[in-house]
């Protein structure tokens, strides 16, 4: 986790020339020498000044003790920050380098696994560069378990590319906010999971928003609906999985820690991906290998996307393990109101009256089916 905030900063350098409207800013803090003990390094060695460099302070791994200033708790707000950061950026350029490699049409398959790709470098990275992060002790039994998991999260991951690709970022981020109504019922009818009656009431507004946005989606496409609805269903059995899987006795102490957990997921979706993007693009793989080598927006933008999907997705999840549960509806529900207007608005997206409203509709019913039970109790 030490370098996943230097690696949202630095990313953004190797931008296309199309990119540079969307680059981040540098972050500069303190140049204390409290601080500056705290800046990060790179396994063991000085990171050179002409490299941009994003200063964590001690706070930010030790933010469940609280703490910060003026009662603020700096730790987590950089979580939060560089969390939606990324995520936003993730949107702007997955969307840019699927664009430029011909959309629904061109190869969202593979761009999908590729990320996932480079997701992989970096924890393996993370793994073999000294001082860096413990590698895990897992058995191979461990790992057979954990491949419904990765599976899952293929399936999630790629799904959602694909709506992407086939539609407004905007309106696959509306369907996609609609993900608890699939896991309320995945968990009802697969799991067994009962949930309470103000939480079924809840799921009504989180449809009718997303169906009010559809009315007045100028790039609607079925497609787009489709495959962010299977995203959900995906999300929904991922989560229900693991939680079964985090039940194994020792699992936790043998992964070792959030990362560990998140690297390995990332890893067997990887290898997951492989079969179904050769089976649905390979025979395109040549052309793709030109366009990566011959477009710069294309091959940035790739690479780009990769890094911070893999960036914002541990951030996420290492803040998500040190608040609390309402903490995180809000926080969640901010990100999606922040991705979906930001993004249409760099875009040019369209942002129609009525798409708005299906979308406050829908996320404001996504967080109160979030803390409802804790407003009214479990009825």
């Known amino acids: 986790m030490r370098t996943t905030a230097l690696i949202l900063g630095a990313c953004a350098v190797g931008a296309s020339a199309r990119m540079e409207a969307f680059k981040p800013s540098k972050v500069a803090l303190s140049s204390s020498p409290r601080t500056q003990k705290a800046v990060l390094d790179i396994r063991g060695g000085a990171i050179p000044q002409a ?29 939060f920050f560089f969390w939606y950061l990324g995520n936003y950026y993730y949107n702007i350029v997955n969307k840019l380098a699927l664009k430029a490699a011909g959309g ?30 413990s590698t895990p002790t897992v058995t191979l039994d461990d790992i057979k378990k954990m491949i419904p998991v990765g599976f ?38 697969v799991y067994g999971k009962q949930i309470s009656k103000a939480k079924w009431l809840c799921l009504i507004p989180v449809i009718g928003g997303v169906c009010l946005a559809s009315v ?22 991922k989560g229900n999985e693991n939680k079964k899987l985090m039940e194994t006795d020792g699992l936790k102490e043998r992964i070792g820690s959030v990362g560990n957990q998140f690297a390995l997921t990332t890893l067997i979706s990887f290898i997951v991906s492989l079969p179904f993007m050769y089976f649905k693009e390979g025979a395109k793989w040549g052309e793709f290998v030109t366009l990566f080598n011959e ?4 091959r940035n933008n ?21 608040t609390s549960a309402v903490t995180q509806s809000v926080a969640n529900t901010a990100k999606r ?12 997206e369209s942002l129609d009256p009525m798409k708005l409203l299906g979308c406050s509709i829908g996320i404001g019913g996504v967080f109160l089916y979030s803390v409802i039970d804790k407003l009214v109790g479990n009825v």
């Not at 477009?295 to 294309?298: D, K, L, M, S």
């Not at 999907?309 to 998500?320: H, K, P, Q, S, V």
């Not at 109101?337 to 040019?348: C, E, S």
């Open 51 to 79: 490299t941009p460099v994003i200063g964590v302070t001690k706070a930010t791994t030790q933010v469940s003790k609280g703490g910060g200033v003026g009662g603020i708790d700096t730790g987590l707000a950089v979580y």
């Open 152 to 189: 899952c999260a293929a399936g999630a991951h790629s799904s959602s590319v694909f709506a992407l690709s086939a539609g407004a970022v905007s309106f696959g981020q509306i369907v996609k906010a609609a993900e608890p109504a699939f896991a309320a019922l995945i968990g009802l009818v």
């Open 104 to 133: 629904k049409e061109g190869f969202p398959m593979t761009i999908s696994t590729l990320q996932l790709g480079v997701g992989c470098i970096y924890a393996i990275f993370m793994w073999l560069a000294p001082d860096a992060r």
């Open 216 to 237: 007045k989606e100028l790039d609607f496409a079925w497609s787009a609906l489709i495959a962010a609805g299977i995203a959900n269903l995906f999300a929904a059995f």
């Open 337 to 348: 109101v922040i991705v979906i207007v930001g993004v249409a608005i760099v875009l040019g």
């Open 295 to 298: 477009n710069p927006i294309v």
């Open 302 to 322: 790739l690479l780009l996307s990769g890094l911070y999907f893999y960036g914002y997705n541990e951030l996420a999840t290492m803040t998500i393990k040190k």
